[in-house]
């Protein structure tokens, strides 16, 4: 069982791929077989693609016999969130609006992922517009469940991914985070994954834009090999999308990092922290000082305020947006319909005071970088919830400023629960500092590994 192949990273199986030790399709065949076995409990998938996965590995299958893989992932089972176009394959967001939806294109990072050779194994269960209050439970595709504890939330929106990454279904997921929705689930269930600085993954052919820039597409994954390889594939500017031609900073990982300055901040305001949660971070704050690095308690140094007072307008100023001109009362989620109808009691002014107020907390942000190199806090303040239910409002305090940042945050796995709940700590980089989060994340797990942590299920 340890050997099984559902259980291998995506970079020991490109390693196997190439040796000539197994091929694409056998990777898939077991990757499918644990779906078929797996999945009826966790309900990740929206949409498997068997078939499209079967002829992706065959010709990879055919590539690596001849020795020319695509690239470093050439034949690795990838999932997609479903929220993210896939040419060909239906991307309903969560959504009964959205049933009959199949884009002609991929998105950019799939077509990327496409272009090295990647299987894609098809789309992954989200929360309605991938908005919500924490758990992914829609009228369309049901309620998605966490392999740790199949009564709990896997986190939102990435949910299905996540879920699926954990429980052995593709040992990587595409994501999407638009106020914390790859770093929660990833903690929740127990993987590393990257919010990635705005523009540092292009974006074009995908669904209508409704959070301005702060949604970003990023990976998750069992290990920091699987991440940074799949950053490495799909970043990069393209010159359709603006954001993505000015990200700064380096483009792979750099040395193992030392003596950096960490800021360490424990709780948000008021916001409240599970104990278990805040024992686990304080572990791992002070292993990050073990390692050589100088971490400080502190406050967080940008306005809380700001965010909070105006992170509502773009939520659901965008969902009203979107839903102009479509049949929506009574096929949307209620929570939707509340949100939508304040959002269209939103004005330009509104939404030009949210733009203003995310400037300023983008320049509170590159003040505190003078004095740190990172900073870091929990990536969520609760454990998982029961799976129907929305999660309590500390769940989220720490994540959604870094998007009206537009910067890096990972997530880290660190010591669970003593139930064996998964929980991690996120640390934020300036922006353009992806990759120093990744090395960050790399010395991290090689004192402190957590891929040999599997569900019993």
């Known amino acids: 069982m340890p050997d099984a192949l559902w259980r291998l990273s995506a970079t020991e199986l490109a390693a196997r791929f190439r040796r000539r030790e197994t091929t694409p399709t056998a990777a898939l065949d077991a990757v499918l077989a644990r779906i078929e076995a797996a999945d009826t409990a966790i309900n990740a998938f929206a949409t498997l693609d068997a078939a499209g996965a079967r002829s992706a590995a065959a010709a990879a299958d055919a590539r690596h016999a001849a020795g020319a893989p695509l690239g ?34 991929d998105e950019t990072p799939v077509a990327r992922l496409r272009e090295g050779g990647a299987v894609i194994l098809g789309k992954t269960n989200v929360s309605e517009f991938t908005l919500g209050r924490g758990n992914v439970s829609t009228k369309a595709f049901g309620t998605t469940r966490n392999p740790w504890n199949t009564t709990l939330v896997p986190g939102a929106s990435t949910g299905g991914g996540a879920a699926a990454v954990a429980a052995g279904m593709g040992p990587v997921t595409l994501g999407t985070d638009g106020g914390g929705s790859i770093r929660r689930p990833a903690c929740h269930c127990g993987l590393v994954g990257l919010k990635p600085s705005t523009g540092r993954v292009a974006r074009r052919n995908g669904l209508p834009v409704i959070l301005d820039d702060a949604e970003v597409i990023g990976p998750i994954a069992r290990t920091v090999d699987d991440l940074a390889a799949t950053l490495a594939i799909i970043q990069g500017p393209l010159a359709e999308d603006r954001l993505s031609v000015g990200v700064p900073g380096v483009t792979t990982e750099p040395p193992p990092p030392r003596g950096l300055r960490i800021l360490y901040i424990p709780r948000f305001g008021t916001w409240t922290v599970d104990d278990v949660v805040a024992a686990s971070c304080a572990a791992a704050a002070r292993s990050l000082a073990g390692l050589g690095h100088t971490v400080e308690e502190g406050s967080l140094p940008v306005d809380l305020d700001l965010f909070e007072k105006h992170w509502p307008t773009f939520t659901a100023g965008g969902l009203a947006w979107l839903l102009r001109g479509q049949d929506w009362r009574g096929r949307i989620g209620e929570i939707y319909e509340e949100m939508a109808e304040r959002g269209a009691a939103l004005t330009a002014a509104d939404y030009i005071d949210g733009l203003a107020a995310f400037r300023e907390v983008q320049a509170q942000f590159a003040r505190a970088f003078r004095d740190w190199d990172l900073l870091m806090t929990p990536s969520a303040g609760s454990l998982p919830w029961p799976a129907e239910q929305f999660g309590p409002p500390h769940h989220r305090a720490f994540t959604g400023i870094v998007n009206a940042g537009g910067l890096p945050g990972i997530n880290i796995p660190s010591t669970p629960s003593p139930d064996g709940l998964p929980i991690g700590f996120q640390l934020i980089a300036p922006f353009g500092g992806d990759w120093t989060l990744i090395a960050m994340a790399r010395q991290f797990e090689a004192a402190h590994p957590w891929a040999d942590r599997w569900p019993a299920l």
């Open 72 to 105: 470093p992932m050439d034949g690795v089972p990838v999932s997609i969130k479903d929220n993210i176009t896939v040419a060909g394959l239906r991307c309903a967001w969560g959504s009964e609006l959205y049933l009959d939806h199949v884009p002609d294109a």
